[in-house]
């Protein structure tokens, strides 16, 4: 049986990176690695700690005496939606490292479409000198971030940094400086303000599917950028990859930027890899750091075992 106060990790996350980060983690705890072939089939009963990315559906079975989950990124819905839980607390992975990849790629992909990057690199590949014009500046385009939590308000920070305007959106109206808000019911006039807009929403049945043909279609036409811009890194299940492709297709948005997918990895045999205003990236806007992930339980764990409140724990009801 293993100890009373063991920490089980599953993360599908590369094994390398999970064997050197284990390395002096969890100090004077048994730490049951599911990784490792030797631990197939372990007892997990009385283990009261989990870290867990996409785990294997068995585990919270068989690991029936946990207290406490912990997620090995932002989002939760790889653990809400695919398992039936019990009522233990959940904990978000919230981090510097996180949050600084995030906002790193959405500012990346904002400047990528304001300064035509993906024309620019067509014309490299054809030998063209042709300067694009005009040349919008950042602050006439308006940047709509949907989701303004830890990573939505730092990357509207950080987009106001290099001179664009931004609006944000999320369910409760939030105050942000500098930065007009809208709350849910105010979506409407908060798409139709913008001409690049980012989504940092989590994956709940709220959010489903909330990026399609409607939404698109009341995004400003006309602004800086001629057309609107869609960039997404919050999650796959919350667009419609056929709507964003008719939608390019049609010219009711000007371009996209993709990290996240319906079904990941993306089928090679999506159109959207042939589209020359796409730009893709593998689920890799902001990976997370194992090792500042198992310090983060670390501190929880102690915070939980002094009798403490967990920090980061999702609201079930919300689901996120
Ligand atoms: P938070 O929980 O801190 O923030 C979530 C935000 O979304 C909040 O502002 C919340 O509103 C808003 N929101 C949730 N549901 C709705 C809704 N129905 N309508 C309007 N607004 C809503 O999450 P994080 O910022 O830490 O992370 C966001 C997501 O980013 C994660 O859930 C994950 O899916 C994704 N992610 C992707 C990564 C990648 O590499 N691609 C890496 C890390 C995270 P309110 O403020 O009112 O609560
Ligand atoms: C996360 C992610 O949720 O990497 O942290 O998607």
Known sequence: MPDQNAVVIDLKF???GVIEALNGAFPGREVIDMGDSANTGRDLSGVPYAVVWKPDPSLFQRAGDLKIIFSGGAGVDHILSAYELPDLPVVRFVDRSLTDRMSEWVVLQCLTHLRGA????????EHVWDEISPQPEARDVTVGVMGLGVLGEDAVRKLKVMGFDVVGWSRRKRQIDGVETFDATGLDVFLSRTDILVGLLPLTPDTRGIYNASLFGTLRQ?????KPVFINAGRGGSQVETDIIAALKKGVLGAASLDVFEKEPLSPASPLWDLNNVVITPHAAAASDVGALFRHAERQIARFEAG?????VVDRASGY
């Open 14 to 16: 590369a094994r390398s």
């Open 118 to 125: 993906l024309p620019y690199a067509r014309q490299q590949r």
């Open 222 to 226: 006309g602004g800086a950028l001629g």
């Open 308 to 312: 403490d409140p967990l920090d980061h």
